[in-house]
């Protein structure tokens, strides 16, 4: 293994963290939207605790998404730094395990997609006799 290998994960980490925070920042915005429109009117929208249900959950995985991309950016750094060392079978497998570890964080990030769809047939419920 060469030590561009690990170091090609650099970049595509970062863009999926910054995707993850941008992911996060949209979450936090709906949220206080949401808070505010449960101040205004209170429980009276029944699609507001099953929105705010799947929030919580899409936060948590948000959060796991971003602490996975980091250990995994972390992994493949470390990994670099055990092939400049010559440490070429623990660079492979810390190198391996980084990947194993973007993947989840991936298919979490899919987990979450399917999640905010969820969350817009929600919002947009009530308006299902209007649209058929």
């Not at 690990?6 to 963290?17: C, G, Q, V």
């Not at 948000?62 to 660079?91: E, K």
């Not at 987990?111 to 308006?127: G, P, Q, R, V, Y």
């Amino acid at each position: 293994m060469e030590i561009s290998t690990p170091a090609i994960l650099f970049s595509t980490i970062s863009l999926l963290l910054l995707a993850f925070t941008n992911r996060y920042l949209a979450m936090a915005n709906l949220i206080r939207g949401l808070h505010v429109k449960y101040q205004k009117e209170g429980n009276s929208d029944s699609r507001l605790v099953p929105q705010v249900k799947k929030i919580l959950l899409r936060l948590r995985l948000i959060r796991n998404m971003q602490i996975l991309a980091v250990v995994s950016l972390l992994f493949s750094a470390v990994s670099t730094l055990l092939i400049f060392l010559q440490f070429m079978l623990a660079a492979q497998w810390l190198f391996g395990t980084a990947m194993v570890v973007l993947i989840i964080a991936l298919l979490i990030s899919v987990w979450e997609i399917s999640l905010s769809n969820e969350a817009i047939k929600i919002e947009l419920s009530d308006m299902e006799d209007v649209l058929k």
